[in-house]
């Protein structure tokens, strides 16, 4: 953000601001706003690490499920998908 603005940009802000709040203020006003930057900071990072959290939360969710599958997989017996298909193969059409 800062990156894009010059030195001649930003001393015109700089004059500008203090014609607007005065020497007095400037100080105040300027820490107000480091203040209030610093906040925004904090809990933006604060919302992208709880995110970053609950994807990982439903990564290891799943991650979980399927090893759930394979304990209880049982090769001898057929699958829901194998016993579609074969009933499809006999009877000609799709059974729901």
Do not use: Q, Y
């Amino acid at each position: 953000m800062i990156g894009s603005i010059g030195f001649p940009e930003l001393l015109i802000i700089l004059a500008i601001a203090l014609i607007i709040f005065g020497p007095k203020k400037l100080p105040e006003v300027g820490r107000s706003l480091g203040r209030a930057l610093k906040e925004f900071r904090k809990t933006s990072d604060e919302i992208r690490e709880r995110i970053e959290e609950e994807i990982e939360m439903d990564d290891v969710k799943e991650i979980k499920r399927d090893l759930e599958d394979i304990k209880n997989f049982d090769p001898l017996k057929p699958s829901k998908t194998a016993k579609k298909e074969s009933s499809e193969n006999e009877e000609g059409k799709k059974v729901t």
